[in-house]
């Protein structure tokens, strides 16, 4: 660690081994890094200080991350700002929630992604530009968006439904908004062709939407039904009914994300060569 400089402005440089962070108002937990590397310069203004760095590497056994930002912070009762761009490579998407910033995430985001990835590895980056009073946006005063390709992923989109596996799809949060966008991947086994996974705001939504297509066995399609809310429904008819074939589906679901709304499910499926025995 290298620091130079005067009350007005100055410099640092950053190379360390095993660096642990600790900021308890943006995240839950001390955060553990392999390695960092960067350089920072610090600056006093009439009204303000401003902290940057044109390049902060950070390693850790779950990701690697690439920053640059600027930070300024008033000296009055105005809000402060950060401007952030990054880059990352996520090795295990298991180890998310150790790392989220918890202190500028909406609550239903958070709940969201520390129970949504149950495997995968990714490659994306951020960008964070606004006053962090402002967040998540809602009003256009500032910009929030994570855009990620991942891959291998076990999806838990939500409780009481078979996780989505071996996913790779393009996964896009914008303010308080996340766009899933499935190139292919695997539902009780049945391939999916392509699917979106949609919710317009952790805020003020009440739905989770998925839409997508599949195929496969008509017994897989049973199997995914089984492990849903309808599996009441389902046995009521598979106990009378045996079935046989392929199938190409269509689906439109909304799962809710409050206790007193229903899904609501729409199915469109076409049969190739099905058959059906009462039993």
Do not use: C
């Not at 090795?91 to 909406?106: E, F, K, M």
């Not at 939407?209 to 009521?236: C, D, K, M, V, Y």
């Amino acid at each position: 660690l290298y620091i130079k400089g005067t009350e007005q402005q100055g410099d640092i440089q950053l190379r360390a081994q095993k660096l642990t962070f600790t900021a308890p108002n943006l995240f839950r937990e001390p955060l553990f890094f392999k390695q960092a590397l960067g350089a920072f310069h610090w600056q006093q203004a009439t009204d303000n200080w401003t902290l940057s760095s044109p390049l902060l590497t950070l390693n850790s056994t779950a990701f690697n991350t690439d920053n640059t930002f600027k930070l300024t912070i008033p000296k009055n009762d105005q809000a402060i700002d950060l401007s952030l761009r990054s880059n990352f490579a996520i090795h295990d998407a298991t180890q998310t929630p150790h790392y989220l910033p918890v202190g500028v995430i909406d609550d239903a985001l958070v709940e969201w992604l520390d129970n949504a990835f149950l495997a995968g590895h990714a490659n994306g980056g951020i960008l964070f530009h606004g006053a962090l009073n402002d967040y998540p946006f809602t009003q256009p005063k500032g910009v929030f968006e994570i855009l990620f390709d991942a891959h291998d992923v076990t999806l838990h989109y939500a409780a009481d439904w078979p996780q989505l596996e071996a996913l790779k799809a393009e996964v896009r949060f914008f303010a308080e908004s996340l766009e899933v966008t499935v190139h292919q991947g695997l539902a009780k086994q049945a391939n999916i062709q392509q699917a979106k996974v949609t919710i317009d705001s952790f805020t003020f939504s009440d739905y989770l939407n998925i839409q997508g297509t599949a195929n496969g066995e008509l017994a897989q399609a049973i199997q995914f039904l089984r492990h849903s809310p309808f599996h009441e429904e389902l046995n009521t008819v598979t106990e009378l009914l045996d079935g046989q074939g392929l199938l190409d589906v269509n689906i439109d679901l909304k799962i809710p994300l409050a206790d007193d709304l229903i899904t609501k499910i729409n199915i469109l499926a076409v049969t190739q060569n099905a058959t059906l025995h009462i039993l």
